[in-house]
C-alpha cells in the first residue's frame, strides 16, 4: 500500500518522544491524522451546478486523564506542530479533570499494528472527469425525458478517497485506506398545481462500479417514478391502524427510534429509554436486533462493493465487529466506544467514530438491523385485514427520553382484505419504541437495507440499517384530513 | 495569515494565473477563510471535554465565457497548492455545461455599509480556562435542581476572518466573533418517575451578552413542564406558538421558500403568490443584514456584495421585493443581488441563505395573548418541519401545553396536529410584543386559531 507523505511523520521517534511527555500526566493519548480527496458534481435540468474537487488534509490530538478529556485540531499537522499541540492537549486533559466529577481510567487494549485497504474494481484515481460527468448526464437525461410532468431534476454525485491514521498510547499504528462513491436523485413532478417531490441515493466503500451497479443505474428511473405516482396519490384520514414496514423503513425504525437509545453515551447521559435494561426482557421472543459493520458483508445482497456503514476499525482503532443488541427479546449490549466500555466494565464492541480526523469520536451505529424470520411478503399483505402498507421514509425522530418517535413516511398504501389498494403520501408514523417491539403481529423472511448518514451532536457519519418487511399494531397515523 | 500582504499576493498571484491558463475563462475568485475555536463540552452534567482548534483554507471559483462552473478548495494554503488548485478548477470548469443564465461575479463595490459591534475582541482573545466559567454556571443550575438529573451542553467561541478577492476588482475582508452556548437537561418526576427533557440555546456575538444562567434555567423549565403528559381528545383549537415554534413553522419555513434558487425551479409552495395577500395583518417580516451586533448581520455576503435590510411580507402581503438572492439566481432574474450569498467556510460554494430573519412584534403582550384563549395550546417544539414545496405540515407535538382559560396546564403525550402553512397564516391573529432572538431568527408568540389536532 503506498502512505500518503503526510502519515510518515508518525514514526517510532515522534511516538517515544510524545509518550515521554505523556508519562506521569495523562492516562491515554491518540492522533489521528487523516488525508483526503474527492469530487462534487451537481447537475440540476440537465446543466451543471457545481463541478468541484479537494484536498484536505486533517489532524486531531486527543488527550485523557482520570476523567477529562482534552482536543487539539491542528490545521498543518507537522512533527513540530504535532509535538506543540500535543503539549497543549495535555493541559486540556486537565483542565477538564480539574472540573470533572466521573473519574474513570481507560481499559488497556493491545496494540494493532496494521494497514488495511479496500479492493476497488475501479480505482476513483483512474477514473477521469469526463467519465464522471457522463454518468450524471445520462442520469438528468433518464429524469427529464420520462414525463412531461417532471417539472425539475437533480443529480449528485460524490466521490472520495481517504488515508486515515491513528496511532495512540496503546501501541496502536493503523491505516484505514478507502474510497466511497454516493449518487442522488431529487426529482419534482407537477401537475394541475400539485407539486410532489421524491429523493433517493445510493452509496458504498468502493471504487467507480459502485456508479455501475443496477441499483445505481435504475436510481433515477424509480425516483422519477415515485415523485410522479405521488401526484395522484391521498392525503390519509388519522387514526390507529395496523402498519405494515418495508425493509427501509423497518432499518429507520431500528436506527431512529430504537439504535440511538442503545448508545451507551446517551445511556450514561441519561437520555435513553434503555438505561438499567441490559439483560431484561424488552421486546417479543422473535426480536433480534444487531449491529455489525465489518467487512465483507455485500456478498448477501449481490453487490460488488462494501457497504457503506461499514469499516475495518473504529476512529479510537477497535476493529469492527458483530454485535448482538437484542436476542430472545432480551437485551445483551449497548454500543461502546473506549470511554463507555470503561466505565460500564465491558470490552469495546468498536462503535466510537467520528466524521473526521478534526472531530471526536461518538458512540455511533455502523449497520444496525432487524434479523429477518419467516413471513412471506404475499402472506404477511394477505393476512391484514385493514391496514396501511409504509414504504421508505422521508426523515424521522425520537424523543430520547420517553421513546415517542415520529416517521414522515414517503409511499404509503392502503390494504383492504388483504389487497394492496391506492397510494397515499406524506403519512406519518408516531408510537412509542418499547410499545412497538412488543406489538410485532409478522417478521419477514427477506432481508434489505438502504443506506445514508447520520447526524449526532454536529457530526455525521456513514451507516447503514435494514431488516424484513415487519407488521405492527395500534400505530398512530396522521395525515393532514 | 495575519500577515494580510501575504493573503494579497497569494490571491493576485492566483488570479492572473488563472487568466493566463485559460483563454476562456470570464471570471475568477479566491476566497480565503481563517477560523479558530474554544469548545467546551459538558455531560452527565459534569465537564467533559476541552477543545480548541485552527482552521485555514482556501476556494478557487473560476467561470468561463459559456457560464461553465469549476470549484476547488483546499486547506493546504501554499503557493503550490494554489497553483495545483486553480489548474484542477480549470479542468473542472471545462468539463462542465453552457449556463447562459450565468451573468458574472459581483464587480467592485465603493461602499459598504458600517455594520457595528460583528467582533469582540475579548472573544478573539479568550482563553480556554477563561470560559470555564460559563460551563460552570449551566453546571450549577443544574446540580441545585431537585428534579433535574442529567444535562448536557456546551460552550463554545469562535473567530472567523475572510477574505474575497474576484478578477473584477472585487475585494474585501471582513472579521467577526460569534459563542454560543446550549443546555439540554433531563427531569425526572419523584412519584410518576416519568422523564423528559427540555433545551435551550443562545448565540450571540460578544461574550458579555451570553447569559448562561438565564438559558440553562429556561431548559429546566420547559424540561419540567413537560412532565406528567396527558393524552387528549381530537379537536380544532387555537394555537399559541411560543418563539421556538414560531422558528420551526413560520420563520424557518418562509426563509427556505423564499430562496431564489427554490423560487426558480419551482420547488417552493409561495410560487405564484408574489404581491398577493396571503397571510393576515399580523405577517410582516423582513430580512435585515444591517443590525448592529446581531448573529445574522454583516457588511458584505459571502461574494462580497454589500448586505442590505429587505422587507419580505407587510401585512400579509408577499411583496415583490421579497426573494433573497446570490449573484447567480439575481443575474438570471437580471436583477441586482440582494447581498445573500451564504458561505459558512471555504469547502463549499456560495449558496443562499437569511440574514436577521425578522416577524415583526405586535402590540400586546404574551399574558394578555394568553389570558384569551379559553382552550387551546401551547406549542414549543416539533420535530417536524414543513414540506416547503406543498406548505404542508403534520408533525409530532414534543413540548406542547394545553392551555385553559388563560392558563398553561398539563404538557401532551403523542398528540399529533396538522395543517397548511397558507392557512396557517390566513389564521394567525395577535403577535406578541415580546420576541426572542435565536441565532438569525428574531420571534415573538403568535396566536393561530383553528388548527386540527389529533389526539393519541
Redesign the interface.
Known sequence: MDIAEDLKIADEKLTYELQKIAKDKIDYWDIRIGVKTGTNLD????????????????CGIRTFVN??????????PNRNTIINGFL?AVK??K??ES????KFKIRNRDPLIKNFKITCKKRLEDIG??EK?QIVKRHEKIASEYSPKI??T?TLYLDGHSQDLIFSSFGHHIIQDLSFLRLFSLI?A?EKG????SINSIGGIGGFEISETEGANNLTEKTAKEAVDLLNAN?PV?GKFTVIMDPKLTGTFIHEAFGHACEA?LV????SILEGKIGKKIAMDDIKIIDDPTMNQSKKFNLPYELFGSYFTDDEGTPSQKTIIIEDGILRNYLHSLETSSRMAVPSNGHGRANSC?S?PQVRMGFTYLVPKDWEYEEIIEDTKNGVLCEDFQ?G?T????G?F?F?CKLSYKIEHGEKRELMR?V?L???TLEVLNKISAIGKTMNYSDGICGKGGQSIRVCDGGPYIRTEDI?V???? | MDHNSDVYSLANYGLKLAERSNSDLKCAEIFFGKNNHIN?EI???????????????TAIRVINKKG?????????VEKK?IE??IS??L???N?????LDFKNLPNQYNKYPDVKNLYDNNLKNLE??ES?KY??DLIQVCSQDELA??Q?GNFLSNYTKTYIFNSNGLFITGKETSCSISS?I?V?DKVSNE???GYDWQSMRTLSEINTKKIASNALEKAKRNLNRIKIK?MKVTLLLTPFGTINLILNPIASAINAETFQ???S?LIGKREEVIGSNYLNIEDNALIDGATGSSSFDGEGVPCKNKKIFERGKFLKTGLLHNSYTAGKDNIESTGNASRNSY?S?PSIGNSNFILKPGNHSKDEILKDIKEGILLDYT??SP?I??G?F???I?HGNLIKNGEIKEPL??T?F???LLDLFKNINAVSKEFKIYGSFHAPFVKVKDV?I?G?
Request: glycine share 10%; charged share 25%; aromatic share 8%.
Open positions: 447537475f440540476t435540468d440537465q446543466k451543471s451546478k457545481e463541478i468541484s474537487s479537494y484536498e484536505i488534509i486533517e476523567g477529562g478529556w482534552g482536543f487539539n485540531v491542528l490545521k498543518n497543549k486540556l486533559a483542565l477538564s472540573l470533572c466529577k466521573n472527469i469526463d460527468i417539472k425539475n437533480h419534482y407537477k400539485i407539486l410532489q417531490r392525503s388519522g453515551d450514561l447521559n441519561k437520555e478534526s471526536r426523515y425522530y424523543d430520547p427520553t420517553t415517542n415520529q414522515k406524506d406519518s408516531s408510537g412509542l398512530t396522521g395525515g393532514l384530513n | 467546551i455531560e452527565e452534567n459534569s465537564v467533559k471535554n476541552s477543545e480548541v482548534g485552527d482552521d485555514y483554507g461553465s462552473l469549476g470549484f476547488a478548495f483546499t486547506n493546504r497548492s495545483k488548485m484542477i478548477a479542468k473542472m470548469m468539463a462542465g455545461t453552457i449556463d480556554i480556562d470555564l460551563v460552570e438529573i442529567s448536557s439540554n433531563i425526572k422523564t423528559s427533557f381530537s425551479y419551482k420547488r409552495f469547502s460554494i420535530g417536524d414540506n414545496s406543498t404542508d403534520s408533525g409530532l414534543l403525550n403523542k399529533m396538522g395543517i397548511n386540527q389529533i393519541g
